[in-house]
Structures are given as C-alpha cells and as structure tokens.
C-alpha cells in the first residue's frame, strides 16, 4: 500500500507558490502526454455495493449521484473536471450504519465497485468518511505546468459532489474537511448515517437537490449565450458566498449590456450592487487561456483572491473552496434553468491590478460561465 500511495503521489509540486505562480503565468503547456489508466489501480478484486438497509447509508446510490463514470471512457461523470480527465481518487474510510461493512475501500468510478483495502482505523466514526486525493498524471497531461490549481479545483469539486449526494439521501450534519494542510489527503468528506427520523418537512428540504438534478448536470458546451435573470444571478452568488470562505476569497459576476461591469451582491444579500463598470468579458476571455466564447458569455460568476504571496496552505485552501462553491453555484444555476460552464484555467488574471489595485493581490481563481441558451439551441439541427 505504501508503495500504491507514493507512486501515486510522485508528481505533486514540490514548491506549490512556484507552480501556482508558473500556472499563471502567460507560458504555455507543451505538447500532450500519456495520461495513464482512466482511473486508480486498487489493489485486490473489485466488490460490488450492496444494497442498503432501512437505517444504513446507501454507499450504492451516494457515489452513483456523485462520483460514478455513466460512459465506458470515464468522462462523463456528475462532477466536472478540466478538460473531463478526473483526476480525483477516492477512499472510503466505512463504520458502522452503511451498506458496506466497516472497513477501507478503494472506490473504482468506472466500473462503480470497491476493493477491501483493509480494516477500519481505530476510531472510525459511524456512517463513511471519504478521503479524496489526486493522480496528478492525468492532468498534467494536457495542461503541463497549469495542471496544479486544476488538480485543486477537481478536489473541490469533488468533495461538493459527495456532499450534494448526502443531501439527496436526506443526510444531516455532514463534516467536509478543506484547511489546505495536507496534500494527501487533499480533502475529506465525513457524512453520517441518516438519523432515522423520517421524511423532513418541506421548509426543510426547499433546498435540498434531486437525484435528476445531479444525474443531468454537466458542462454546457458553449457559446453560452443570453443574459440571466437578475434573481437567478442573485441566487448563484448568494450560494457561492455561502460556500466559500470569505476570509479567503469574494465572488462578482460579470455581465454585458445594457449596464455592462462586474456585480456583487449587497451587504444584506437580498439585491445585486455595482462592484465596477465597464465591459469586462473580452479581457476575461484572454485571461481564460484565450477562450473566445467567454467574451460572449451571458455572465462569468468569478471567485478571486490568493494574492501572489500566499502560503502553499493558503492556496490549496482557497481553490479547494473555489471548487466547491462553484459546483454547488453550478447546480444553482442549473436549477434555474440557465446554461453553465466552470471555467478553471487562468493566466495573468490580475483582477485587482486591472481595475486599479495593487498588482498581486487579488487574482482570478475560478469562475462559472453562465447563459439562458447553450450551444444546441444555437446551432439546432
């Protein structure tokens, strides 16, 4: 197992301020290379999960709404990932009050089973616990030296799936663990068993996903055009907000015309206020590593923050939480009926230098492109 883990582990930055710095630099990748197996060799033969009990977890559907590979490739996913290459793996620490015995597992997504890695830690809390780390191959073989804030918002991402999951099944008090201090795990997802008491009242589940919600979420292709209504944008940037720290990063969107600048939502939450003015989806476009699409787009929500001098712990905590109140800002939108896209690759995106600031002290970290039609009702057929 130790030697599973460490080659597993092998091409994590040594210096995470350098390769963030490099990632955001105007450099570009080289040319592609092999991206190994789709997904993590786990030892041992695969199982497959049984079916739950009445007052068990139900591992079975849990993963399936959040992790699960629904096309042979491993592409198609319900969480999204740079360029769809799924770096993130999974292991499930079980206790007692799921539909797995107590023990270690490996999740394989492609094939939806599990290898018994071994017996659960001492200690082990009751419900699952999912410790979610990276094959840094997979990314880096497309975006080279810009895969490591990627790597980051895959995990976040991730770890947003797996909670939305728990959210469906009706479970309660979920514990997810993003503080930036470990790289291996990058990320941990505590969820309980459900408390056996029923069906919630309906004030209680108002924001509470379905299972079609999360099955049908994917990245819209773009163009992504045509502007979101003002409460729907109001309502992905108040759960942005709540899912991310505000210690670390703030949330604007960008839109067009008639009153074209960056939004932010007021003090109280209940309106949208100006945060700048002027058109600024061309430049975020150029930033985006050129993706002209942007440019058009009918409203970039952006996280920023991580200013040039943070700590290697600061920045895998803020794009951790990037990550995170993205997805579940992209389930909003979905929800609301609009088209969206995460968008997580960023160069020279300075958006405190850019609207007068001091350089280095408020960068782009992620953003989600949003818009009332996508690229079918674009181009029927």
Known sequence: ???????????????????????????????????????????????????????????????????????????????????????????????????LPPGRYGYDPLRHRVHHLGPPVEGTPPGATAALSVTVRRTVSHYGHRAWPLLLLDTGHAAAALLLAARVLGVEGCDVRMDGRTENPLAVVRIPPPDGQGPKRLADREDRPTPADLLTRRSTPPPLRGSPPGEALQAILATAERAGDGRLLRWCAAVGPPRPGLMELAPEGATLRPYAFGEARPTLAAWAAGQAWLADAG??????????????????????????????????????????????????????????????RDWVVHALALGTRNADEENPT
């Open 1 to 99: 197992m130790r030697a599973t883990v460490e080659n597993h582990r092998e091409n994590l930055p040594t210096d995470p301020v350098a390769a963030l710095a490099r990632a955001r630099s105007p450099e570009s990748p080289g040319p592609d290379t092999p991206a190994g197996t789709a997904v993590r060799h786990w030892p041992g033969p695969p199982r497959p999960i049984p079916e739950a009990g009445p007052a068990d977890l139900d591992l079975r559907t849990l993963l399936r709404l959040s992790l699960a590979a629904s096309d042979a490739s491993g592409r198609l996913r319900p969480t999204p990932s740079a360029g769809a290459l799924h770096p993130v793996d999974t292991e499930l620490v079980v206790g007692t009050g799921c539909s």
């Open 299 to 360: 409203a970039v929500l952006l996280a920023h923050g991580c200013p040039a001098d943070a700590d290697a712990a600061h920045i895998r905590r803020a794009h951790l939480r990037a990550g995170f109140a993205v997805h579940l800002a992209h389930v909003t939108a979905l929800r609301h009926g609009l088209a969206a896209r995460p968008v997580g690759s960023w160069q020279q995106a300075d958006l405190g230098a850019a609207l007068g600031a001091a350089p280095g």
